[in-house]
């Protein structure tokens, strides 16, 4: 099982920052590609992030959030975390993480169709 938790705090004021820290009991992260999405009310799914297994650990990221978020695993804590600078109230919804095979090609993991394992999700809430 994989659980994403809020740490810190899930409520924030536009322009703060987040951790979001996701964790994985009886699996060892580094070996699956690591995702991250967000669903806000009303809206379908979408990709936030994502780290490569350990192999490579190449991450790749939304154009909304590319330059403000940043994917990072610690292989010791067996846990991926999502650090989100310059919150904007548009980045409100819930966000899960998601563990895919290492085999699995790139081009899957821009979508929650090409994950194998969901967190049970944390709310984000920006305030204007």
């Known amino acids: 099982e994989v659980a994403a938790a809020g740490v810190w705090g899930g409520l924030v004021q536009a322009g703060g920052s987040l951790r979001l820290s996701c964790a994985a009991s009886?699996?060892?992260?580094?070996?699956?590609?690591m995702g991250w999405f967000r669903q806000a009310p009303g809206k379908e799914r979408e990709f936030v992030g994502g780290?490569?297994?350990?192999?490579?650990?190449?991450?790749y990221y939304a154009v909304s959030v590319k330059g403000r978020f940043t994917i990072s695993r610690d292989n010791a804590k067996n846990t991926v975390d999502l650090q989100m600078n310059s919150l904007k109230p548009e980045d409100t919804a819930v966000y899960y993480c998601?563990?895919?095979?290492?085999?699995?090609?790139?081009?899957?993991?821009?979508?929650?169709?090409?994950?194998?394992?969901w967190g049970q999700g944390t709310q984000v809430t920006v305030s204007s």
């Open positions: 998601a563990a895919a095979s290492k085999t699995k090609i790139l081009s899957t993991l821009f979508t929650p169709g090409g994950y194998d394992y």
């Open positions: 009886g699996r060892t992260i580094s070996t699956y590609n």
């Open positions: 780290i490569r297994w350990s192999g490579s650990s190449n991450t």
